[in-house]
Every structure is written in structure tokens, then in C-alpha cells.
């Protein structure tokens, strides 16, 4: 069972299920990965929710690695996901949701919530 306040998450790839999770050297090797400046601006680099493929490969394989699991960006990328490319953006979304919280990729922050209407 993942643990969702450590930022664990499970994943279906390929024939097996995996935890995955981003803790710090993984978020380091992310950072490297990517050129981002600190936490911060790796969680901007995905607001936008564009990410390519290649982004898929690299956080997911961070995820994996992160868990404890000893496998190479090459051997993730002939790993299957249920569901093909959206599966592998659903896995990274969650991913990096249970990491970041609050400054999850598509939340913005900087806008107020909505007033409630009286019906």
C-alpha cells in the first residue's frame, strides 16, 4: 500500500506493479535532468502539463529509482502502460501530484478560490 504522505504512489508498467516516488536525489536527478532552477522551477517546468515523452521516461524512471527500484531510463522505456501514452501521463500526473501537493502541476496557486453562489 503507498504511502500518499510520503509521496509513494503504485503503478501498473509492463507485467508488474511498481511504488513509485519521488524522494530528494530523486528530485535532484530531476532537477539535473530538466535544468531547473530548485524545487520551485521544476514544479513550474510541468504547469503547464506539456510534457513529451522523453519527460515521461525520465520521471517515471526517477519515480522507480526513487522507490528503490534498480532500473535504467532504457529499460522503462519498453515498459507498457494500461491505457498506452495517457496511462504514462496519468502515472506522471499522480506522481507528481503526491510529490508536489499544492504546487501539483495544473494547480494554480496565485488565483483565489471561487466565491461561493447562493442558490
Known sequence: ???RQRGEIVA???????HLCLPLGALAELESAFGADGLAGLARRFEGGAVSAKDLLIIIGCGLRGAGHKIADAE???MSAPGGAAGYVRIVADLLAATFGAMAPGKDESRPPPVPQDA
Open 12 to 18: 501498473e508498467l509492463g507485467d508488474a506493479t511498481f
Open 76 to 78: 522503462v522505456a519498453r
Open 1 to 3: 500500500m503507498p504511502n
